[in-house]
């Protein structure tokens, strides 16, 4: 079992649902990050976090540290909000644990 | 600002040949990683500089794999004699500062998209 798991592993919605991806972590972290990497492109970094929440356009982050969980929100999605969102925690020193990632398709 | 770039976006090897790939950190980036995502599986962590100090190579494979970043600037991974497992996506980030507390953002880069035949 994956120390960082990431769920739904695919997700297909229809333009301008509200969509949620969930990631679990079983391990200690002082950060949590989420990425965003779009067919063929590189990663981007959407968000750190290490406690509460935060909110960039139409995205928002929560995570919980107690319940060793975060989930990424995305409101009124669009087709080009279509790529991989990938979790990682940061454990220890400076090394991130990557979750497999959420294969996002959002069709118009 | 320029992001980090990776060199080549792809290589084909056979197995037995050596590549070199190259990756150039946002100027002024002290800290700089490699990371590998091999068919299916999540991305994983090979190692970590500080400068041209390594702080962590915990996650390098074997010792095929030599990674170095002469005068702390670009970073060179080489992978000598290349084995079929060793396909997959290499990623290269960069930090200012450090990621673990959640004040430094990482930068990736595009990736090299290794295939060993």
């Known amino acids: 079992k994956n120390e960082v798991e990431q769920s739904p592993q695919n997700l297909t919605a229809q333009e301008g649902e509200f969509i949620t991806i969930n990631c679990s972590y079983s391990?200690?972290?002082?950060?949590l990050h989420w990425l965003q990497q779009h067919p063929g492109g590189g990663i981007v970094s959407l968000f750190m976090?290490?406690?509460g929440k935060k909110k960039h356009g139409r995205l928002i982050a929560t995570i919980n540290i107690q319940e060793k969980h975060s989930s990424l929100h995305i409101t009124a999605s669009h087709p080009r909000d279509s790529a991989v969102y990938i979790c990682?925690?940061?454990?220890?020193?400076?090394?991130?644990?990557f979750g497999q990632g959420t294969r996002l398709t959002i069709n118009p | 600002e320029a992001g980090v770039t990776q060199f080549p976006s792809h290589s084909v090897i056979e197995k037995g040949q050596t590549v070199t790939l190259r990756c150039d950190p946002i100027?002024?980036?002290?800290?700089l990683y490699w990371y590998r995502r091999v068919m299916g599986k999540e991305i994983k962590f090979l190692l970590h500089?500080?400068?041209?100090?390594?702080?962590?190579e915990s996650g390098m494979p074997n010792n095929r794999f030599l990674a170095e970043r002469t005068g702390g600037t670009y970073s060179t991974l080489k992978v000598q004699p290349a084995e079929l497992e060793d396909s997959g996506v290499y990623f290269c980030?960069?930090?200012?500062?450090?990621?673990?507390?959640?004040?430094?953002?990482?930068?990736f880069g595009n990736g090299t998209r290794l295939t060993v035949t």
């Open positions: 100027s002024g980036h002290d800290n």
């Open positions: 391990v200690g972290i002082s950060a």
């Open positions: 500089f500080v400068k041209e100090s390594k702080q962590d």
């Open positions: 976090l290490s406690s």
């Open positions: 990682a925690v940061a454990q220890g020193a400076q090394k991130l644990v």
């Open positions: 980030a960069s930090s200012q500062g450090v990621v673990h507390l959640g004040r430094s953002p990482l930068h």
